[in-house]
């Protein structure tokens, strides 16, 4: 059948079973909007206050459902505004597809109205990215789109099309999505007994958890795999969930602000297996030091990881959850009595804990925790907040605690909560910001009043940018420069001028009916928690030390 370029976006869509689409329209991209339209009935618009909403709402879909979460813009303006985005779920392995519009191939590289090379701009930040100046390609390019989003380790893969190739027609042949298969073609049963060896020999195993055990569904290999070895778990703030944050065996997250007892174990373990994490620097501290008891093993599906920043003693190169089957199968049950007993030790001498009098971030958490009963999808921007519901909220399963951790991006997190409630419209989805991230995209509120997306936004509000005041307060002598939000913005008339509901909690006891309330009127409610301006997150790795230097409050006292 003959179709046009537009007519082939969608039935492209439908074939790879899209069914929400999230975007602004504009001038260059109204050939698709206008057969978006037509198809309505078929494929979601939602269309948001701005276009970075857009494309973290799009992640945030991708991330809770584990499908290709789709955005589009118009040309120049409309495609920049996506890179933030884009940049985000490049950074975090996310399978998002970014549809552009562009000006007439005629007028490409002559400074046309709007227009912009937003290939060459999202080049370093793509998986891969197409401009599609001939129709009869544009069908196949949509499709290898999907793919690559999807194949071996996820991520963003950018499609700009040319207004005029939006109309021009050709034939189209629709086709069923070829299957993405999971990647094992480089696992070596070398690799695997070479693991496995390591694993035989180790007297103080440890296993730290990242984001690709999640991105893999690998939960049950995980749980099956720590228990034959019987070591301790440590989790990224990307892993979150991959390993039930309630088991025996969970030490909490590692790093910077993680507990002293995941820092310590694996500080003084003999043998650290690490499973889809990728050494970033925020858990590794200095690097020469990390481990450095320790022999590695590291599982990854990406190659270019082994040795990147973290040099390892043997690598299995695949998926997670196909690696962790494969060596279930070869491995033994081990106890390990003494080293159970000083990770234990240390669980027990170093828990969490906070102030606990008046209101904080901490308390406002675990009160969602309580609320929720855990089984909710936790949102956050990026900053205290963020820290605090990695530690205090516990994570039992995975894709239930969406965040961005490589590009740590402020104004993440509502756009996010947008499409995970859209993907998974029977959860309670919540997002948990600071003020000062807030303010950043707080003109999402006004887009989920207008679809009544019934997400809780909750703003851990100390009118301060919390984490640059807490490393200004211990490494730059209280000088808070540029830190300081003392203006007069309410949340809660602003809540209620953008559509939604807003209340105001300013007590402890105010916060359990606040957030009840919340939850039970099935529309967007802000709940604005005002709390002391010099909370602070504790644990902490100062940046660049070890992370065996952790300090807490009651090390600087």
Partial sequence: ???????????????????????????????IYDELYKHSHEIRHV??????????????????????????????????????????AYMDSVPVVAITANVGVSLLGRDSFQEIDISGVTMPITKHNFIVKDVTKLADTIRWAFHIAQDGRPGPVLIDIPKDVTAAVTEYEPKKPEP???????????????????????KKPFILVGGGAVISGAQ???????????????????????????????????????TKAANLGVTQCDLLITVGARFSDRVVGQA???????????????????????????????????????????????????????VKELKEKYPLKYNTEGLSGPYVVEEVYRQTKGDAIIVTEVGQHQMWAAQYYKYSKPRTLLTSGGLGTMGYGLGAALGAKMGNPDK????????????????????????????????????????VRQWQTLFYE??????????KVDFVKLAEALGATGIRVTKKEELAPALEKALSLGKPVVVDCVIDCDDKVFPMVAAGKPIDTVFDQDDLD
């Fill in 1 to 31: 059948m003959k179709l046009n370029g537009s007519e082939i976006v969608i039935e492209c869509l439908k074939e790879q079973g899209v069914d929400t689409v999230f975007g602004y329209p504009g001038g260059a991209i109204l050939n």
């Fill in 47 to 88: 269309l948001t206050s701005h276009e970075q909403g857009a494309s973290h709402a799009a992640d945030g879909y991708a991330r809770s459902t584990g499908k290709v979460g789709v955005c589009m813009a118009t040309s120049g303006p409309g495609a920049t505004n996506l890179v933030t985005g884009i940049a985000t």
């Fill in 180 to 202: 993405v298969v999971r990647s094992t073609e480089f696992i070596k049963d070398s690799d695997l007994e070479e693991a496995v060896k390591l694993i035989h020999k180790s």
């Fill in 220 to 258: 049950e290999e995980l749980k099956e795999f720590a228990e034959k070895v019987h070591a301790p778990v440590a989790d990224s703030l990307m892993g979150k969930g991959a390993y039930d944050g309630n088991s025996e065996l969970y030490t909490g997250m590692l790093g910077m602000h993680g």
């Fill in 288 to 342: 020469k030091a990390f481990a450095k008891r320790a022999k590695i093993i590291q599982i990854d599906v990406d190659a270019a990881e082994i040795n990147k920043n973290i040099m390892v003693d043997a690598a299995v190169i695949g998926d997670v959850k196909e690696v962790l089957k494969r060596l279930n199968e070869r491995i033994e049950e081990h106890r390990h009595d003494e080293w159970d007993a000083a």
């Fill in 428 to 467: 309670t989805v919540i997002n948990i910001a600071g003020d000062g991230c807030f303010r950043m995209n707080m003109n999402e509120i006004a887009t989920a009043a207008r679809y009544n997306i019934p997400i809780v936004q909750v703003v851990i509000n100390n009118h301060v940018l919390g984490m």
């Fill in 478 to 487: 209280k000088r808070y420069a540029a830190t300081v939000l003392d203006d």
